[in-house]
């Protein structure tokens, strides 16, 4: 059954529709499920309020205002703003390619692990430690591989667009040097930006923690909010946010699918651009995650 993830909708209607209170919680996007040969020539009326039972998240609430304020500025109030919503993503070119590459060869999909992903989803959580062993280059390249194939969404126009771009600073990887990469998805190919052991930099990028220090390589998403908002207003951010996070999940699947391990991690955001700068001048960064061997597994 197909599936998309709609970000492109009024707001207002949707918080009624599922009844919740805009004051303390929110739609961030839809998914459609299936598909009509046509659409109908006359929609139904407004639907009835759900009227669905919750169970409190948490005893206590705390407020952030700030979060409500950003919230409310990228909202969408009118079908004209839907409509400008929709349609192609904006393009950021990378920087000239000026490193040594490495070419990626991912497993195949007859080569892939045969785990059901029920199974995969049950194992899989997120490391409290890594082990200091390495990983091999070709569980890497199916890691990137799997994880950037695209996601069918309505501001991913046309379909394989991607808003975040994929940085890495390898610690431990069988056939590749340490250093940090920048990933050319189009050409599957890692780009080296500089040279090194960065354990010590890594776990100083990822809130001074030992994560990603530990791990064998940290995955780091980058986008261009300028152009990004530039395209699609303020709620530009929710949509990079949002596909970061689907990324993020299929890292996860993919690291558990081949019996690693992956941790999601904060992180200090100027130092991370300045890190990978000149490359990753005038980016923001999204999301980070740690993969590598659990300490576990490994006793």
Known sequence: MPA???CGFLDAEVNRLVDVDPER???YSLVALGHVAALP???LSKPSVLHLETVPLSRNEIVYPAMREIHAASSLRSAEEVGTWRGNAPFAKLPAQTGATVQLHPYSDAEMPRDPIEQVILRRGSARKFA??????????TILDR?????PADFLHPEGTQLNEVYLIVNAVEGLDAGAYV???DRQMLERLKAGNFRTQAGHLGLDQDLPAEAAADIFFLADLQIILGRFGNRGYRAVQ???GI???KVYLAAYAQRLSATGLTFYDDDVIRFFSPHAHGKSVIMLVAVGKNAKSVL
């Not at 200091?132 to 569980?139: A, F, H, M, N, Y």
């Not at 994880?147 to 996601?151: E, K, Q, S, V």
Request: hydrophobic residues 50%; proline residues 3%.
């Open 183 to 185: 990933f050319h998805r």
């Open 25 to 27: 919680e929110v739609a």
């Open 242 to 244: 949002l596909e970061a």
């Open 4 to 6: 998309k993830v709609i």
């Open 132 to 141: 200091e062993v390495p990983i091999g280059l070709l569980q890497l390249s």
């Open 147 to 151: 994880a950037t194939r695209g996601i």
């Open 247 to 249: 990324l993020s999940g």
């Open 41 to 43: 020539q006359q929609f």
